[in-house]
């Protein structure tokens, strides 16, 4: 079974630049998860996704961030414009839903440097 | 609001010890998970063992265990025969009923050979 992926794993832009992330769960996972994770710091919440509807978005910074998930399979994260501040790891995690709800799969992570 | 809490930054261990890390939690909640994720400087973050709050034994990974005091809100986990590929970042996590995830800040755990 191949695992959450995630592209680029690395990215470097200037600020005031757009930048977009994606990401593609597990197949068959209905509930994608966008999270930030700053240096030396825990994974937080951006974003999650139960199928294609966002359910949880209240963390995510409105005015310059934005996902999307169609057709309730893979997802894109957009930053737009990019502020040195979001220098961090965007981690995309995926969970099988229902009774296997409580399981969560990461990926790699993408590792954003804004200059 | 459900916060979690790794008091110790950093650990470490010497090979074939054994070396627990602590980890504290806030809920109103009776009903959730807890886990351990490990995260190696590669960045993928894995998990390492979880707990069912309603059950009262502790749950065990080979090496791995840990020791869930509910009254208490704690969850510690004891790693034990260390290894140096158990050296990573270890993350502590609670998952309430609404299927929502919050994570400690994180242990760095340094196995010495």
């Known amino acids: 079974e191949a695992g959450v992926v995630q592209s680029p794993r690395y990215k470097i832009i200037e600020k005031k630049q757009p930048v977009a992330f994606w990401c593609n769960p597990i197949s068959g996972h209905n509930t994608l998860y966008w999270y930030l994770q700053n240096l030396g710091q825990g994974p937080e919440l951006l974003i999650r996704?139960?199928?294609?509807?966002?359910?949880?978005d209240s963390q995510l910074p409105k005015d310059r961030f934005s996902a999307e998930r169609l057709k309730g399979v893979d997802s894109t994260l957009k930053i737009q414009p990019a502020e040195l501040g979001d220098s961090a790891v965007y981690l995309c995690?995926?969970?099988?839903?229902?009774?296997?709800?409580?399981?969560?799969?990461f990926g790699p992570g993408t590792r954003l440097t804004v200059t | 609001a459900q916060t979690v809490t790794q008091s110790q930054p950093e650990m470490s261990v010497q090979e074939a010890e054994t070396v627990t890390l602590s980890c504290t939690y806030d809920t109103s909640e009776s009903d959730y998970y807890l886990f351990w994720y490990k995260q190696p400087p590669s960045r993928q973050m894995i998990l390492v063992i979880r707990q069912e709050a309603y059950k009262q034994q502790n749950a065990t990974e080979n090496r791995f265990s840990v020791n869930f005091q509910k009254a208490a809100k704690s969850f510690s986990l004891k790693i034990s025969d260390s290894q140096l590929g158990d050296a990573a970042m270890y993350f502590c996590a609670y998952r309430n009923t609404g299927n929502q995830f919050y994570f400690g800040t994180g242990t760095s755990l340094t196995v010495i050979p």
């Open positions: 996704y139960e199928n294609e509807e966002a359910v949880d």
């Open positions: 995690a995926s969970s099988p839903g229902g009774g296997r709800a409580h399981e969560q799969y």
